[in-house]
């Protein structure tokens, strides 16, 4: 149709049509042929933009009107024969009474629109505030369309409207984004920095739930990033750590308009500015998982850290390197062995397993590149230094790159700033439910331990049920140990690697103590030969008792979209130099006055999970107190669910101290 109308200079419109799906449904109910699903129509008749006349539905209050109808009989008709499996003219009439011109059919609105490319060379046009004589003669040039000055007015006066559209709702959608962050969590951090010149730079935000999660457990720190995220070309950086129960949990984010050090140290100056300086002046390890990532920022940054690259992304780096090598025809064989050799070494356990692989590997043509390069870097990578940190078994950033895919499933590269943020947000809140339900679940169940061990089912009462995971397998492995003292009286423990000799009963230099810091099955072996109790609370670190893990569990930590307006604070907003910045940068203050929670719609599961996490607290209370008083708090609460039960209302009488020996009598009568 559009070469017809090229070559004839004429403009069709459908005046009628007939989908091949409606005429199907008719020939199905009777078993008949259908018409084959490459066509669109059945039937269509097209007739000439100046077919008919022009009929006014109008009441007559705007008077000399034009319009294109001039009653040209031109129309024909298509038709798909099913027999034939063709389309065909059935009938028509193409006579016109008008011109059909070349230079006339050029002058049809249609044909002098411009296309959406067209459209965007404009703006750009626009946005370079060129003169007006300029941007018409560059206009036409490029469009080559016979564009009046009335079409050159409109255009204008539309890509106007476009960009202040685009450029107000941005500004204030990510206001408002901000705003409500802020509003939802009291305790939350939003930073929006920006140049000199008015544009962002940093975009960091940290709910409550964030800074909590980092602060319980910082030792471990995952730090990746993602491109294509929003239309303004901005880079998201995710802080990532992993609680005691195996979960990983976002920390901060951090919106990076590049990925240079001046913008990574502001970044980061954000992160550390609302936290203690004693937190960072601690031992830790933060797992590089993207090459993007400057290594020395993070060296400057945190001074105390030990900084190590992701296993993951060494080994995608190495085979990409490997297949470059061109070596004749023996390119198969030396990249499969130099492969080999690289993995070795990243898996490698010791240095001297390491340099025995290194001069294996000097006879490649890849070893004087990885002398200059890799070899520098290799306490970053090698396993012999990665092992020798304390990384509770993480060695790469699968889950951050997991999560930030899962981000782009709901933001792409066409987001607006404001609705990146309000993705992020989802995904975090999806994951702040899912730990807090593995958390209730933690508090509600317990594991029954796989080997029949009192002292296992002790540590499924104190661990969390990752630990406890550990554990077992460590405690297994005791039958395979020999534990006898030697010459000096020194007790010495021989597994299948070699002997291994313990100062004290409570620590261990094996790979598995140092990474994971939870007896070993060396020190169970040698408590075991001892007869002491194979493990007593003081070998647990904190980040693995139950108690630690859950003692943040508080009610309004189980749905952040469902919490209540909290106090609001003020946003830190900074600009690179004296030039007042953007809305964007704008302060935003927070009511301090707290919603009721009354007025929070909660579902029925939310309602559960709250009142849930509320009696572990009371049981917690009560657990704590002399017997006599124990008995007694149990009366009162079995009182008041009966009355619950029967729809009763109970009013709460708190006693004073003055009356509580007159009183006592009666409060154990559950008279309370």
């Avoid at 007593?536 to 943040?552: F, G, L, P």
Wanted: with cysteine; proline share 4%; net charge positive.
């Amino acid at each position: 149709m559009e070469a017809y109308e090229a070559n004839a200079h004429v403009k069709l419109i459908f005046a009628d049509t007939r989908k091949i799906e409606t005429a199907n449904i008719a020939y199905r109910r009777e078993d008949a042929p259908v018409y084959d699903a490459k066509f669109k129509y059945a039937y269509a008749r097209l007739t000439c933009k100046h077919h008919g006349k022009y009929r006014s539905k109008g009441s007559g209050k705007r008077p000399n009107q034009r319009s294109y109808k001039t009653n040209c009989p031109m129309q024909f008709i298509l038709s798909v024969d099913r027999a034939k499996d063709i389309m065909y003219i059935r009938s028509g009439n193409f006579t016109h009474n008008h011109p059909t011109d070349e230079d006339v059919a050029k002058l049809y609105p249609e044909n002098r629109r411009l296309s959406k490319s067209e459209r965007q060379f404009s703006k750009i046009l626009m946005d370079m505030k060129v003169p007006q004589k300029v941007f018409c003669e560059r206009v036409r040039e490029m469009s080559q369309k016979p564009l009046t000055n009335k079409d050159i007015y409109n255009l204008q006066a539309q890509l106007r409207k476009e960009m202040a559209e685009e450029e107000k709702t941005e500004v204030q959608s990510l206001l408002h984004e901000l705003q409500d962050i802020t509003e939802k969590d009291s305790g939350s951090e939003v930073v929006v920095n920006v140049d000199g010149n008015g544009q962002i730079q940093v975009v960091f935000f940290q709910t409550s739930y964030m800074k909590e999660a980092y602060l319980k457990f910082p030792e471990v720190c995952i730090v990746g990033e993602t491109d294509d995220i929003n239309s303004n070309g901005m880079i998201l950086c995710t802080i990532m750590v992993q609680d005691g129960s195996g979960t990983f949990l976002p920390c901060a984010h951090f919106l990076l308009a590049k990925l240079d050090e001046p913008t990574m140290v502001s970044a980061f100056q954000l992160f550390k500015q609302p936290l203690n300086d004693e937190i960072f002046n601690k031992p830790c390890l933060f797992i590089i998982g993207s090459s993007n990532l400057d290594v020395a920022v993070f060296q400057n940054q945190f001074p105390n850290a030990s900084i190590k690259l992701c296993e993951t992304q060494i080994l995608k780096k190495f085979k990409n390197e490997t297949m470059n090598i061109e070596n004749g025809s023996e390119k198969p064989r030396r990249q499969g062995q130099l492969w080999t050799l690289l993995h070795a070494m990243v898996m490698s356990k010791t240095e001297s397993e390491y340099e025995e692989l290194r001069t294996k590997m000097q006879d490649l043509p890849f070893a004087s590149a990885f002398n200059e390069t890799w070899h520098q870097q290799r306490h970053l990578w090698v396993g012999s230094f990665r092992n020798k940190d304390l990384n509770y078994g993480i060695k790469n950033a699968n889950n951050l790159v997991s999560f930030h895919e899962k981000v782009k499933g709901v933001v792409n590269s066409s987001s607006t700033v404001a609705e990146c943020v309000k993705g992020i947000l989802k995904m975090d809140n999806q994951m702040k439910l899912e730990a807090n339900r593995k958390k209730l679940q933690a508090m509600m169940t317990t594991s029954v331990p796989i080997v029949d061990n009192p002292d296992l089912e002790e540590l499924t009462q104190l661990c969390t049920r990752y630990a406890v995971n550990f554990l077992e397998k460590e405690l297994t492995f005791i039958t395979s140990l020999n534990v006898a003292r030697n010459e000096l009286g020194q007790l010495i423990i021989t597994d299948a690697i070699g002997d291994k000799q313990l100062e004290n009963d409570n620590t261990c230099s094996c790979l598995f103590y140092t990474n994971f810091k939870l007896p070993c099955k060396h020190i169970f072996a040698m408590r075991k030969f001892l007869e002491k109790k194979l493990f007593d609370d003081s070998m647990i670190a904190s980040r693995w008792r139950r108690d630690y893990q859950h003692s943040e569990c508080k009610v309004e930590d189980i749905d952040f979209a469902s919490s209540p307006s909290g106090d609001k604070k003020k946003k830190r907003a900074s600009t690179g130099n004296s030039v007042p910045a953007p809305p964007a940068a704008k302060k935003v203050k927070k009511n301090t006055r707290k919603s009721s929670t009354s007025s929070q719609s909660m579902t029925r599961d939310e309602k559960y999970a709250k009142s849930t996490l509320l009696c572990r607290q009371i049981a917690g209370i009560i657990s704590e107190v002399p017997q006599p008083q124990y008995e007694n708090k149990i009366k009162i609460l079995k009182a008041l669910c009966t009355h619950w039960l029967e729809g009763s209302e109970v009013q709460l009488l708190v006693k004073s101290t003055a009356n509580e020996e007159e009183d006592e009598e009666s409060a154990q009568n559950g008279n309370d």
